[in-house]
């Protein structure tokens, strides 16, 4: 497994990057084929191939997992998979190589898994706009879902999500001369200013609601007033009917400078992942722990979002945090714990093994 997940990690397949995608998928399937003994389905899409594996039989059991890390082009070079003691490093190991590597072999440890679906998806990083519509159709079919976005704190489960979604702002001004006649320009700078605490202020924290201005840009050069910039924000809500309320809270939003306009995009895409969706299957996965060599297991619910979200809200049983335990996702010092590797990996194969 250890060996597999180097080359896994240095088969670099950052978001949008299609040519490393395609590599990463034909690592992929190529794995799945030693492995588990027939090829994985490549389906082609604008933002890459995504990896599609089945048993042959009617499905019962759908795994859910993403190929594409956050880390740009180039991470890899300048920081490989390593070992140091317990921990193996490398960009993309903790979300979510190590988890993938996990399932392929739990389920080559099975004798059966003729009723098993494994997606693994080319733009999860980037919202899953090409791959929302697979998951959702092979989901249905399914009827349970087990997501391989890493453990939690503590090695947790994770039973629900917040609805995650990003919205651009764009303010349009007029150019002019800073020091010659900035009275005849619109700074759209000043716009910015005007709109970033009105933006923050839709956020409920009572209810979970966070909207977070987290990018902002204006202007091209010192000496000319800016007649563009734009705010990006980050948006989570527990509650769905926060959803809407935050969708128009944006979507109103109006310029208060003379001759300035403004321009709201986007959307909460992933809609909010209720704990109900995970209960059937967190059950089971406290069944079957003790029989894999775990004692207790723990289920918690995180802010961040998953393909686990898109699932849970059709109604289908979802359980998420399957794959590795670490830490660091998204960051330098992102890990896989070693020693519980092959404990996780245990814990899938049982969930299948009882489920399909």
Not at 20 to 31: E, K
Request: with cysteine.
């Amino acid at each position: 497994m250890l060996q597999h997940l180097g080359e896994f990690v240095n088969t670099e397949s950052p978001s949008n990057e299609v040519e490393c995608l395609s590599r990463s998928a034909q690592f992929l399937h190529d794995l799945m084929v030693d492995l588990l003994g027939t090829a994985p389905r490549i389906v082609t899409s604008e933002k890459g191939p995504h990896v599609h594996w089945s048993g042959g039989g009617s499905p019962k059991v759908l795994i859910v997992g993403h190929h594409d890390t956050v880390f740009p082009l180039g991470t890899v070079a300048a920081r490989p998979f390593t070992v140091d003691g317990d921990k193996a490093c490398g960009p993309g190991v903790f979300d979510m190589k190590g988890g993938i590597i996990q399932v392929i072999y739990a389920l080559s440890a099975l004798e059966d898994i003729s009723h098993v679906e494994v997606l693994i998806t080319a733009d999860e990083e980037i919202g899953s706009y090409a791959s929302r519509e697979l998951i959702e159709e092979r989901a249905r079919a399914a009827g349970a879902v087990l997501v391989l976005e890493p453990a939690g704190d503590g090695d947790a489960l994770k039973v629900g999500r917040k609805g995650v979604g990003t919205f651009v702002v764009d303010i349009t001004g007029r150019a002019a001369h800073a020091g010659l006649e900035p009275e005849k320009g619109v700074n759209a700078l000043m716009e910015l200013a005007h709109l970033v605490p009105q933006i923050a202020a839709i956020a409920r924290p009572d209810l979970g609601t966070t909207v977070t201005p987290t990018v902002a840009s204006a202007g091209s050069v010192e000496n000319v007033v800016p007649a563009a910039a734009r705010i990006i924000v980050d948006t989570r809500v527990v509650l769905p009917e926060e959803k809407s309320r935050v969708e128009a809270a944006l979507h109103s939003l109006v310029a208060t400078t003379p001759g300035a306009a403004v321009k709201v995009s986007g959307s909460i895409n992933r809609p909010p992942m209720h704990e109900s969706a995970a209960q059937k299957l967190f059950a089971l996965a406290e069944r079957v722990a003790p029989e894999v060599g775990i004692d207790s297991i723990a289920g918690i619910s995180v802010g961040g979002g998953s393909d686990g979200n898109f699932t849970a809200a059709l109604g289908i049983p979802t359980l998420d945090g399957l794959g590795a335990c670490g830490a660091g996702a998204h960051a330098d010092h992102e890990h896989v714990k070693i020693s519980k590797m092959g404990e996780r990996s245990a814990l899938v194969a049982a969930l299948v093994a009882a489920l399909a």
